[in-house]
Each structure stands twice: as C-alpha cells, then as structure tokens.
Nanobody
C-alpha cells in the first residue's frame, strides 16, 4: 500500500520555524521527484517547492524563497521542508506529492499537516 504521511505541523508565532516531514512507503521513493504543495483557507493549491530524485536540484516558489528549505533522505524514504521566518500568510495545509521520473503529474499525495502562523 502506497502511503505518504506528513507530520510536524502546528501553531507557531510569526517569525518562528517548523520542520515538516513526509514519510513514504509502498513505492520506490528514490525514483520519484518530490514536491510540497500547500492550500490556505479559501484558496486553491499552491506549489511550494520540489526536489529531484537525488536531491541535487531544488526549486522554490517566490513567496517562500530564502525562507523554506526542501531536502530528502532516500535512505529513510523521507522528505523534509524546513520553514523559517514564518508569516501569517504561510498558514495552510501542507502536503507532499510524488511524481515518477519522466512524468508530469503526481502519482501520489499525502493527506497533509496543518501549519498555522498566528500571534
């Protein structure tokens, strides 16, 4: 059974930090590009960041560039997102997706973990 399970969300004050994790199982994690996507209240999904299979290439949305860092540990089948200098507008459900090498649409996605930035 394929699973992507996110964790690490919570309530944090503006300027704070969090580390999100996405634990993968049931598929060949090291053959999939991975992404983080978020959906804020009343908004559509917003792509946040992605990382290539070996972790050499990363990309970020302009809204998070310089504040968020994506990484992966293929030995642990886990994807991470470090969130720093959090702002209220970062409040959203964050979920990870897996896209098989050579394909354009994700094959799998997780249920997400909630991040709330509030004073």
């Amino acid at each position: 059974e394929v699973q992507l399970v996110e964790s690490g969300g919570g309530i944090v004050q503006p300027g704070g930090s969090l580390r999100l994790s996405c634990a993968a199982s049931g598929f060949a994690f090291d053959r999939y590009d991975m992404s983080w996507v978020r959906q804020g209240p009343g908004k559509g999904p917003e792509w946040v960041s992605d990382i290539s299979i070996a972790g050499r290439l990363t990309h970020y949305a302009n809204s998070v560039k310089g504040r968020f860092t994506i990484s992966r540990d293929n030995a642990k089948n886990t994807l991470y997102l470090h969130l720093n200098s959090l702002k209220p507008e970062d409040t959203a459900l964050y979920y990870c997706t897996a896209t098989k090498m050579g394909e354009t649409s994700p094959s799998y996605r997780g249920q997400g973990t909630q991040v709330t930035v509030s004073s």
